[in-house]
């Protein structure tokens, strides 16, 4: 069965830093989001993206976070300036969308910590 | 998107079937429903959806009430496995985002 895949599964970084997260969705999807996951609070949606152009965000997604599709499979979520707060799960999803009607295919996310 | 309604917690014996109810009152003609669950700290997983039929996958079933004011997703034969936080979320697409409230988390108990 198609997975989206995240790269790296863990990753530690220090305050200030910059950090990029990387997905891979099914090739044939053309929808892709972001969502993070704070330890022990709910999902929450960061950013969705599609036809190579963001379509919504939330207002978590300030100017310290960008999302590019570089090529035609990586979904990169790029984090400038990293601060405390945003150590969390980070998860891509994808969709095919269009006719098709089913529901988003999520990688199994990133752990950020900011230390 | 209509607001939905889950208990925060269900517990539910190892072996029967978990009824898991979702009330959608304010829900409009064109909208979805959706089941999702995450078991711990993995990426939520997409479970099955309907509109106004009855639905089954390999998964789950999925039963809506006639007038699509509530639904229940049933999983019929409860495992350890399935001890999760379900979310029902409703929706005019698959590709619109999908806004994860508080779920029902869901033990099986051996």
């Known amino acids: 069965e198609p997975e989206v895949t995240q790269t790296p599964s863990h990753q530690v970084t220090q305050m200030g830093q910059e950090v990029i997260l990387r997905c891979v969705p099914i090739?044939?999807?053309?929808?892709f989001y972001w969502y993070r996951q704070i330890l022990g609070q709910k999902v929450e949606f960061l950013v969705s993206?599609?036809?190579?152009?963001?379509?919504?965000k939330s207002e978590i997604f300030d100017d310290q976070f960008s999302v590019e599709r570089p090529d035609g499979s990586n979904f990169t979520l790029k984090i400038r300036s990293t601060k405390l707060e945003d150590s969390a799960m980070y998860f891509c999803?994808?969709?095919?969308?269009?006719?098709?009607?089913?529901?988003?295919?999520f990688g199994s996310g990133t752990r950020l910590t900011v230390v | 998107d209509a607001k939905t309604t889950q208990p925060p917690s269900m517990d539910c014996a190892e072996g029967r079937a978990a009824n898991l109810p979702c009330n959608h009152s304010?829900?409009?003609?064109?909208?979805?429903v959706y089941w999702y669950r995450q078991i711990h700290s993995q990426g939520p997983q997409y479970i099955i959806h309907?509109?106004?039929n009855n639905e089954t996958n390999e998964m789950a079933s999925l039963i809506i009430t006639e007038d699509r004011k509530s639904s229940t997703l049933i999983l019929p034969h409860a495992t350890l496995r399935d001890t999760a936080v379900y979310y029902c979320?409703?929706?005019?697409?698959?590709?619109?985002?999908?806004?994860f409230g508080p779920g029902t988390s869901l033990s099986v108990i051996p």
């Open positions: 309907g509109l106004k």
């Open positions: 999803a994808s969709i095919r969308g269009q006719r098709v009607i089913y529901g988003y295919t």
């Open positions: 993206f599609y036809n190579n152009e963001i379509s919504e």
């Open positions: 304010t829900i409009s003609g064109n909208e979805y």
């Open positions: 979320i409703a929706t005019k697409t698959s590709y619109d985002k999908v806004i």
């Open positions: 090739s044939n999807h053309l929808y």
